[in-house]
């Protein structure tokens, strides 16, 4: 069974670092894309950025190029999502999901999301 | 603004249908045959419904249907059922700069 799952929920300060998880199992990490999809508090869904465990390729959106950064370590078959100064703007619930075939047709399984609040 | 226009909310009746639509442009929706729809219950998380613009993944019942024509993409779904109240996000391709971008999202009440 294909699983991505996520680490808990966390809560920050403003200006502190953050590197949230995501652990694929139940298929070949290496051979799919991996996604990482951002939603505000009662808001819609944000396409944030892309990586391909196999060879670390990775693609970010406009709006979130030098916000995060986004890494894989396929040996362990997990995807990451990180900060290196946190904003409360940036509280929100963020997903990660595994692309299916070619990375762009859509992402057909999901983490369960993980909630990041930064408050002072 | 979100780069898809949804509308904010469609309604039908169990057992009817409703269309949803999904209006970008030739540089995304238009351009691509890379279109997906996703429908997410509240406080969970999202589910795929359709992607390459029609096809249906395993387990999606083929009540589901999309399609598209030009710059705009739609998501049918035919008898409808209690169970498919809930938030629908179409997302398309968008070329190698932007990559991809969803719509603001359509909110399904089944009366």
Redesign the interface.
């Given at each position: 069974e294909v699983q991505l799952v996520q680490a808990g929920a966390e809560v920050k300060k403003p200006g502190e670092s953050l590197k949230i998880s995501c652990k694929g199992s139940g298929y070949s990490f290496s051979a799919y894309w991996i996604g990482w999809v951002r939603q505000m508090p009662g808001k819609g869904l944000e396409w944030m950025g892309i990586i391909y465990p196999g060879d670390s390729d990775t693609r970010y959106s406009p709006s979130f190029q030098g916000q995060v950064s986004i890494s894989v370590d396929k040996s362990i078959s997990t995807a990451y999502l990180q900060w290196s100064s946190l904003k409360a703007s940036d509280t929100a619930m963020y997903y990660c999901a595994r692309s299916v075939s070619s990375g762009w047709s859509g992402f057909d399984y999901w983490g369960q999301g993980t909630l990041v609040t930064v408050s002072s | 603004q979100?780069a898809l226009t949804q509308p904010r909310s469609v309604s039908g009746s169990p057992g009817q249908s409703v269309t949803i639509s999904c209006t970008g442009t030739s540089s995304d929706v238009g351009g691509?045959n890379?279109v997906?729809w996703?429908q997410?219950h509240p406080g969970k998380?999202?589910?795929?419904m359709?992607?390459?613009v029609s096809?249906r993944?395993s387990g999606v019942p083929d009540r589901f249907s999309g399609s598209k024509s030009g710059n705009t993409a739609s998501l049918t779904i035919s008898g409808l059922q209690t169970e498919d109240e809930a938030d629908y996000?179409c997302?398309s391709?968008a070329g190698?700069?932007?990559?991809?971008?969803?719509?603001?999202?359509t909110k399904l009440t089944v009366l």
């Open positions: - | 979100s691509y890379y997906s996703y997410q998380a999202p589910k795929l359709i992607y390459d096809k993944p996000y997302c391709y190698s700069y932007t990559l991809g971008v969803f719509g603001g999202g």
